[in-house]
């Protein structure tokens, strides 16, 4: 008898659309198979003003159409307006606001140096409900590129969030057994992304036989403890876990290169990956949990009314390597393993 998982439609809490003709490119690929996604701010120039949120969000829409929805997020500097913040919240237009410190990753040159100057900004959302979604990684040049996200916690996370009572936050694609401990340490305002690839690959993948470009994300991927940690997390069906892809393509020649740019694009075979490893853990039940219930329960969004199927088969499914792009081919990320859940057409 086929093995079949029905749930109900997911959602991306971390997606990068990018723009112009990759956008083009990859966003049905996420329009596919998930109904909403929490779509990033990292363009260059980022999008900081409700009204460059607004725009964008219709620069998706003319590609996806409306059977996908973009939920928009503003890029914190600290320049940022709270009284934009909130206008853009109070019209619909944007459901969160993520803080990149500065030089932590892809575009983030703009993001926050100084914590204390984006204090009015922090507290005007805490008070409008509006949830701060934070890259967890310290820049100082001092401190380990593994070791970033501990120290974040420590240095940034923790002295913001008692400063700020009643501030919502999201820690996006966590990596480590710290980020796990914190986040369930805390009984309520705190939720964590979790990425496909941080499921998949620990940093030996990446390093082990010849450095493997397409494996290097950021956060980068760490020791093998780690990643069984966030498969423990995935798959408890704690409410505080949920997906976030942070699917976010690079053309080829960008990654491939002497110095490669971090991202992971997974848009295209998520829900397959997803499917065998919460069935390797013996969690399948709880993969609709993961995917389609515990992120809008954190937004206080409804559960998407549509649903997905998926089938088991006993030949693997084949996906494509590359997607062409008009600036350039993607690489679609390779978990290493043959795949067998197959999303059916809808
Ligand atoms: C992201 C990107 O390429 O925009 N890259 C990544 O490795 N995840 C930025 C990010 O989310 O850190
Ligand atoms: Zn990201």
Sequence with gaps: MTQRLTLSRPDDWHLHLRDGAMLQGIAPE??????????????LPPVVTGAEAAAYRDRILAVTGTGFTPLMTL????????????????????????????????????????????????????????????????????IDIFDREAVFIDRVLDPIRRATPGLRVVMEHIT?????????????????????????????????GGIKPHYYCLPVAKREIHREALVKAATSG????????????????????????????????????????????????????????????FYGLPVNAGTITLERREAPVPYPAKIETGAGPVTVFDPGFPLHWQVMPA
């Design 176 to 208: 480590t057994t710290d980020a796990v401990n914190y986040v369930t340490a805390e009984p309520e305002g705190l939720g964590a992304t979790i990425t496909t690839h941080h499921l998949v690959i620990n940093r030996n993948h990446i390093l082990v």
């Design 75 to 142: 890029y914190l500097t600290e320049a940022t307006d709270p009284a934009d913040v909130v206008a853009a919240h109070r019209d619909g237009i944007i459901t969160a606001v993520k803080l990149y410190p500065a030089g932590a990753t892809t575009n983030s040159a703009s993001g926050v140096r100084d914590f204390d100057r984006v204090r009015g900004v922090l507290e005007a959302m805490a008070e409008a409900g509006i949830p701060l979604l934070c890259h967890g990684e310290v820049t100082d040049p001092e």
């Design 30 to 43: 996420s329009a596919r198979h998930f109904a909403r996604a929490i779509i990033m701010p990292n363009l």
């Design 238 to 297: 704690d409410a505080r876990f949920f997906l976030g892809t942070d699917s976010a393509p690079h053309a080829d020649d960008a990654k491939e290169s002497a110095c490669g740019c971090a991202g992971c694009f997974t848009a295209t075979n998520t829900l397959s990956i997803l499917a065998h490893v919460f069935e390797a853990a013996g969690a399948l039940e709880r993969l609709e949990g993961f995917t389609s219930r515990h992120g809008p329960a």
